[in-house]
């Protein structure tokens, strides 16, 4: 299974940095996985913050092969739990297609590529910093994949 994680910027500190590397270490038994940054925009005090997400969703929308699955993580998606997160990952290697999780910027994605893809899943309706998010991101997929194959680190 090839899974991507697209996400807006790149990890501020250290601590979340090594928190990702160590997560992504562990899910390479399990996947082909990458992380693919793309550029952040900077934010003014007279920022439309509309138009920086259509910008960094432009990124976002060259990074994504055309015959991907795209998952879009927004706080207005499904929620689920690990258990259910595990059997949508089976689902998704079913398909065949290259697997694209994506984080937005500190503003979060625009509309139009949540829309756009083909499932959209929170991580919680709390607002998560985006190294955060993307350290919690690994942790789910790696406990995900866990699951799948029985392993103890879930419980």
Request: proline share 3%; glycine share 6%.
């Amino acid at each position: 299974m090839n899974i991507t994680l697209l996400t807006a910027g790149k990890m501020k500190h250290r601590f979340f940095s090594e928190a990702g590397f160590e997560y992504v270490g562990r899910l390479k038994p399990f996947c082909s996985f990458q992380v693919q940054e793309v550029p952040e925009e900077k934010l003014t005090k007279n920022t439309d913050i509309s138009v920086v997400k259509k910008k960094e969703a432009k990124r976002f929308q060259e990074k994504i092969p055309k015959n991907a699955l795209v998952i879009a993580l927004d706080e207005r998606g499904k929620e689920m739990t690990a258990s259910e997160f595990a059997k949508s990952l089976e689902k998704f290697e079913c398909s065949g297609k290259p697997i694209i999780f994506v984080i937005g910027g500190a503003n979060g994605l625009d509309k139009n590529l949540v829309q756009s893809a083909d499932y959209t899943y929170s991580m919680g309706k709390m607002t998560l910093t985006q190294d955060l998010a993307r350290v919690v991101f690994l942790e789910t997929l790696f406990r995900g994949f866990c699951i799948r194959k029985n392993l103890p680190f879930h419980r």
